[in-house]
């Protein structure tokens, strides 16, 4: 066998359309052409172009080899996991990649579970050390440091890591891939059964005293209007147009704006709480806020509901019972109370969803059985909400 042509080597071939055609072997041996321009018609100036293009690739080539080889110092101040998520979680990376990286509903929820979880592991370790399976190792570290959360809970948490690693890879580009492959988020074990609140039972609630009013007014709206408490606390009361009693949700966790007619009784119970506790707060003034001004704790409610449940005289084990199969009741339960009532008492599924925001039936669904329970029992319907909490009952147009 002849021996392969060394790099570079190089001869000039006549082409079929007239001039010159160089015909070389690059850097690793291969075969390579190269049209010379059509203004070299001569063979000694089509040489002496082909030497020194030939010559100026070689230098090419060798620089662009030696500056890969030579590894770029690291930065003075890396760009750690913590400062990248802040970036995330603050709305700047959204303004920096707004085709990309979107603004989320619920992005308190993410700031608590990376304080609270990941930035005591991962936080203060730069993003370049954990590309590869060195992050996947961190991320697993994180995971098992986990209290005995439920598995709901934990891909939360999981999710989390992962949207903050799969930004920093596109369309940040600070590491190459995200370390966390396909299949390691954690699997969603079969729910646990909820119970919602009977209207015996709301009604205790909302008549109690002891439960402050702001608190009952949210328990009531929810359990009547069938939204979110995240959606609910940002609601302005230029959301309302208690007039005509219909509120529009434009802010929501899907996306998705919804317009609905208020529950018998919403409308005037709103109307009554705003003239008699905030009379000159602006159109943009936040719906549910305590008698200080000050916003509702979502991370405490669930707590907080049991608490003015137990005040208010409703102990049924079912609502407090922590088990393998069962959960505590939550203020978000309360959407379940409406959905199970509204089925119950003869509401249609586009009704329902029209107020939730379920965009599937699959969801609904899930709620049928017990809502044919719900009606075999004749337990009715919720009380009007001006009627239910005592301090906005009107008598002839006077609260009393």
Known sequence: MYPRAAPWSWRLYPSK????????????GARCEHSIPSRYKDEN???????????ERRKLVAETKATASVAPPPPSNPMTFRKFAEQWTNGELHERYPDHIGLKKTIGDDKQRLRDHVYPVIGDVPLVELAGTAGLDRADEVMSKLPRLSSQTRRHIAQTMHRVFAMAA???????????????????????????VYPDEDAKLLSCGEVPLVYRVLYGFLAREGCRPSEAFRLQRSDFDLARGAVNLDRNKTDDPRTWALSTGTAAALDAWWKRLRPHAGQHAIVFLKDDATEIDPYELAGDFRAHLRAAG?????????????TPIRAYDLRATFVTLSLANGKSEAWVSARTGHRSSQMINRYRRVAQSVAELNLGELRPLNEAIPELRERDGVVE
Not at 45 to 55: C, G, L, M, N, V
Not at 314 to 326: H, M, N, Y
């Open 17 to 28: 359309r007239g001039g010159w055609t160089l015909k070389y072997r690059d850097e690793d």
């Open 45 to 55: 100036q089509a040489k002496k172009y082909a030497k020194a293009w030939i010559e």
């Open 170 to 196: 596109y369309p940040a580009r600070i590491i190459p891939a995200s370390p966390l492959p396909r299949g390691w988020l954690p699997k969603v074990k079969n729910g646990k059964a909820r119970t919602y």
């Open 314 to 326: 409703v102990d049924r084990k079912a609502l407090f019972e922590k088990s393998d199969v069962r």
